[in-house]
């Protein structure tokens, strides 16, 4: 039982998938929808031209991102090896980007360690796709694709969550994330000080120590992401630079990254970015988050930085939580009830 107590080892097996079914406390509907959408989102992606691609899933060098802990594999005598098990293929998939793939997307599985909630899982899946072009382009794959869904598995454009109907046959809102702490909490965000005097008045405590990426991560689940579910289906657009590793500077404000972040009903759904392409700003900013990572310095891979020299084309990607788009399709609160555990 390494890692872990009888007490939640127990419950572990008491809320396995077939047990559920076997003892008649889920239904098989929302395995057969979460078959029936997996095959939506292929069909979606290869008529558009785009090839599936199959990455490894374990590699010596991690993704680097320092609020992600990658899971390092042993083997059977307890002993680590050199590999990670990937949390995302962005780094794969950039590689056959700059060796002239064209648009590619990946549908499978990733890990992640300290991840336990109603919509986290250290194994989920996911959908992480990349196109030549802008990045508005890779945002209305998102709102084609599930509106799509929708479509599909209710007969409706529309995604119903709480009560509340969401249509998904109109654009989503975009908002600039910068102009919603403005109005949400009159501060820039990234303002280290103000943000901790505003979220002190809301009474939502912040500790001395709290630096400001943990200021901003609390000020975006307590006060952003409800704003994000008055709002129904919607985009936040530019992030802080220090915060997207892979992501391209904006021109005209170096410290925002173009950035976007998309919600249904408050739930982050979709992350994505116009991908940085210069080899030397890259390297730097991998050099920095391996220093900054919690879990201690992560090796950076030379073969990701040798495909950016070699040229990485103009181009944008998301990555989607496949088990929260599938929950919110089926209108359940937990990633548990549509995934196999």
């Not at 549908?107 to 508005?136: A, C, I, N, Q």
């Not at 949400?184 to 303002?191: A, P, Y």
């Not at 919607?234 to 892979?246: D, E, K, Q, V």
């Amino acid at each position: 039982m390494s890692g872990m107590t009888l007490d939640t080892d127990d419950t572990h097996r008491r809320n396995e998938t077939w047990r559920r079914l076997a003892e008649g406390r889920m239904s098989w509907e929302p395995l057969r929808a979460r078959a029936l959408i997996l095959d939506v989102i292929r069909r979606y992606f290869r008529e558009k031209g785009f090839l599936e691609v199959d990455t490894p899933i374990a590699s010596q060098f991690p993704n680097l991102d320092p609020n992600i802990y990658p899971i390092r594999v042993e083997n059977a005598s307890g002993k680590k090896t050199r590999l990670y098990l990937h949390t995302s293929p962005e780094p794969a998939m950039k590689k056959l980007l700059a060796a002239g793939s064209g648009n590619i997307f990946y549908l499978g599985k990733v890990f992640r360690d300290r991840e336990g909630s109603p919509l986290h899982s250290p194994e989920f899946t996911m959908l992480e796709w990349y196109r030549l072009g802008p990045m508005e382009s890779v945002m209305r794959d998102v709102e084609e694709l599930i509106q799509s869904l929708a479509l599909k598995i209710s007969n409706a454009a529309m995604i119903s969550r709480n009560g509340t109907d969401i249509p998904m046959d109109r654009p989503w809102e975009r908002r600039e994330l910068s102009d919603v702490f403005r109005k949400l909490l009159g501060t820039e965000m990234t303002d280290t000080k103000m943000l901790r005097d505003k979220l002190t008045q809301l009474g939502a405590r912040p500790g001395k120590d709290e630096s400001w990426e943990d200021l901003f991560f609390r000020a975006c689940i307590e006060v952003i992401e409800p704003e994000a579910a008055r709002l129904g289906a919607c985009f936040l657009i530019g992030f802080p630079t220090a915060l997207g590793a892979m992501a391209r500077r904006r021109t005209s404000d170096p410290e925002i990254s173009d950035r976007f972040e998309g919600y249904i009903d408050g739930v982050e759904l979709v992350n994505g970015y116009r991908e940085l392409t210069d080899p030397v700003e890259q390297e730097a900013r991998l050099s920095e988050l391996s220093r900054r990572h919690s879990g201690g310095a992560l090796p950076a891979d030379p073969s990701f930085l040798d495909a950016l020299r070699h040229g990485l084309p103009d181009c944008s990607g998301a990555a989607l939580g496949v088990d929260r788009l599938v929950m919110l399709l089926l209108g359940k609160n937990n990633i548990a009830d549509v995934m196999y555990i």
